[in-house]
Structures are given as C-alpha cells and as structure tokens.
C-alpha cells in the first residue's frame, strides 16, 4: 500500500465484522470503531497497520445481524450503544463479595496500590463484567478468554519481585486501568469494553511470550 488515502469497504453481519477484526487484530494490526454516521445507522470498523490510518479496510454493518438463535445483540439504545446514560441493571447480590477471583489484574493492581476489595474501583469493574459483558457471545468469550490469561500475566509480573512487580502494577493503573475507570464511571461502556480488552491483549503480548 501506498502513501495515498486507500479504503477498501466491505458491508458484512456484525458477527462476520468482529471475527474478522479479531483476526486483523491477532495477525498484528490495530482497529478503530466508529458508530453510525451520514444519516444512517451502520457502524464500521477500520482495519489498518501501526498508524498509517490513510490504509484502511472498513466493514460496514448493522448491530445485532449474523447472530442466529442469539438475544441482545439488535442494539437497543440501552444496551450497546456508548452512551453516558447507560442503566445498571438491578443487581441484589454483592459483587464486591463474590468475586471468585475473576478481575484478576484489576486485583492485583488495587492490591498493589494499597486499595481494599471492596474499593470503588473493583466494585464498578466487576459490576461491569456481571452485567454489560453478559450482553454478547462474544463478550462472555473475552471474559472466559480473560480468565485463562489474566492468572498467567499476573504470575509472570509478580516473578518480577515485588518491588518490579509495584511498579508494572503502578504503570497499568496510571496507563490503562485509570482511563478506563474514569470511562466506566461516566457511563462510556462500549469504551470501557475497548481500553479494558486492548489493555488485556497489550500485557498478554508482553508478558506471555
């Protein structure tokens, strides 16, 4: 590809759109997201290499389409759309509580920043993958995907020793975690989602070669 600005669009199920994207994203480029735009309701994700944006394969698609026998994907104005007005279900249990060692880095990180288990951050966090992250197969497939890696990054940070280990956990709060907290407390969910898997799949490529 060539310096000049270069699309390729394709028009696709958001099923077929994500998948694809996970792909680009496992070979090594990068995606950005866009929502609908010009008048209509199509979103579009941008396939392109580092941050050369001028090269870009855009899928087209409506929210919801290509996944058969599924519930909550059409994209209801509450459910995957990143609004700020984002209503928490009701939730009578206490995820505080019961957190069976699922926000695994999150943990480690507040831990390390002296916080305790029931600090708003963890709280909002996993608030957030018991609700929002319940929405979609493909949602619950991050969080099982997470709950495979995230021990094994959290193991190889803290081989480190604590002192190393403090200071990586430090850098993910002030880098990752921090913006993706301020995000989730102004209701911003589908960013929440993003900065929190770019986040997983950054320390995944460091840490688990």
Known sequence: MGGNKHWICETMD???ARELAEDWVKSG???REDGPHGGNNTDHLHLFLDNDKN???VLNYTRGTGYEGEEDHSGSSDSS???????????????SSSDDGGCFITTAVCGSLGKPDNCEELTLFRRFRDTY???TIDMRSDI??????APKICT???ALGKQKADKVY????NEMLKPTFNALKKGEMDKTYRLYKGMVMTLKKKYLK
């Open 170 to 173: 430090g850098q993910i709060w």
């Open 133 to 135: 992250m319940q929405q």
């Open 144 to 149: 099982a995907e997470y709950y495979e890696v």
């Open 29 to 31: 480029g990068q995606v």
């Open 156 to 158: 190889a940070i803290d």
């Open 14 to 16: 958001e099923k077929d």
């Open 81 to 95: 759309s990143s609004n700020d007005d984002y209503d928490w279900p009701d939730d009578n249990s206490d995820s």
């Open 55 to 57: 090269n870009d394969v």
